[in-house]
């Protein structure tokens, strides 16, 4: 059976969800405020919409973080370096974790929020994958890294959601410093394995 195309009014649906979604949680103090409810009446559209569409929060949450997510995944997969493909193993690493980094900067509650939303590991996710297992390949290609999916594992790590929202929202380090910190970590880590 081909597959069918989605009806307009699905798709306008669709699209009005996660614009409304995409406010919501930009708006918001704490991503834990955003209801279904909320996402449903501010775009229009009744829960069932919502649950047909999405499945539960985490899906919706999931789906808004993959449309921010997309314009850095275009970058890396097919721009120019240091972050595309054609960058050198080590001025690609440190420019994808300054990506990632700020990325979680301009999407804290988002960030948090799938990062909190449970059923299954942090690690499990499709992006953490994605970019663990492209640094794995990266920190491979570079002399000397021998122990490349621990490195990779901690170098994300200093980008999760959780970390990011504690030092830029309740210890208000500056957007700049922390993207300072991370690249002299980062060159630190790459350092340590000549």
Same mark, same amino acid.
Request: cysteine-free; hydrophobic content about 40%; aromatic content about 6%.
């Given at each position: 059976m081909p597959d069918r195309k989605p009806r307009k009014d699905a798709v306008r649906n669709r699209t009005a969800?996660?614009?409304?979604a995409d406010a919501l949680f930009a708006d918001s103090a704490s991503p834990?405020?955003?209801?279904?409810?909320?996402v449903a009446a501010a775009a229009g559209v009744g829960k069932g919409t919502l649950f047909r569409a999405f499945g539960d929060r985490t899906g919706l949450i999931r789906a808004l973080y993959q449309a921010r997510l997309e314009p850095v995944?275009?970058?890396?997969? #097919?721009?120019?370096?240091?972050?595309?493909?054609? *960058?050198?193993?080590? $001025?690609r690493i440190p420019a994808l974790l300054d990506a990632v980094l700020c990325f979680k900067l301009d999407n804290r509650g988002l960030a948090l929020a799938?990062?909190?939303?449970?059923?299954?590991?942090?690690?499990?996710?499709?992006?953490?994958?994605?970019?663990?297992?492209?640094?794995q390949n990266l920190l491979g290609q570079a002399p000397g890294l021998t122990d490349?999916?621990?490195? #990779?594992?901690?170098?994300?790590?200093?980008?999760? *959601?959780?970390?990011? $929202?504690?030092?830029?929202?309740?210890e208000g380090v500056p957007r700049e410093k922390l993207r300072g910190y991370l690249a002299a970590f980062t060159a630190t880590v790459l350092r340590a394995h000549p």
């Open positions: 969800v996660l614009t409304a834990d405020e955003v209801t279904m409810a909320d995944r275009s970058a890396v997969e #097919a721009g120019p370096p240091p972050l595309g493909p054609d *960058a050198p193993p080590l $001025e799938l990062e909190e939303s449970g059923g299954t590991s942090p690690y499990q996710a499709e992006h953490y994958e994605t970019w663990h297992s492209l640094l490349t999916e621990f490195t #990779a594992h901690a170098l994300l790590a200093a980008t999760r *959601a959780d970390l990011v $929202e504690h030092l830029a929202g309740q």
